[in-house]
């Protein structure tokens, strides 16, 4: 488990974002894994999402999960994530940067393990949605 902050300000450790990854990765009986998670500023996330996504603008997460080479090989899996958006969000949201950052590391780690949501409204009725929740409700009192 690799966690670079790139020069950008984080709330919290590298080792606690490291211990929330590992977590996700437990609870989803996950036991070989190979993840890195970085933080980047709004500029890298924006050219991210302009070059692997082909969206406009600066978003507050993206994974990209790889192909097993075999049944048994661990999973693979980047994810970066823009503190600012993530502080921003957890204005608007009226909740602490702190859960904001679990909730991006527990989101960005369920995608890597393959699990998908819709976009727009619905996405938070998903059963996406509904799992990360409930372990950023754990793994936030654990971690804050």
């Keep these: 488990m690799g966690v670079a902050t790139n020069g950008v300000r984080l709330p919290m450790s590298r080792d606690r974002v490291a211990a929330i990854a590992r977590a996700v990765l437990r609870s989803e009986r996950v036991a070989d894994a190979l993840l890195s998670v970085t933080f980047v500023s709004n500029t890298a996330m924006r050219s991210l999402n302009r070059k692997h996504l082909r969206r406009t603008g600066v978003t507050d997460v993206i994974s990209f999960g790889f192909r097993r080479s075999g049944r048994y090989a661990p999973i693979l899996g980047d994810i970066y994530i823009a503190p600012d958006v993530a502080r921003a969000s957890a204005r608007v949201n009226v909740v ?5 950052i679990v909730r991006l590391v527990v989101h ?3 995608h890597v393990l393959g699990y998908d949501h819709p976009d727009g409204a619905t996405r938070t009725r998903s059963a996406m949605w509904r799992r990360q929740e409930r372990l950023v409700r754990r793994l936030a009192a654990e971690h804050a």
């Design 96 to 100: 602490r940067v702190r859960e904001e």
């Design 108 to 110: 960005g780690t369920l």
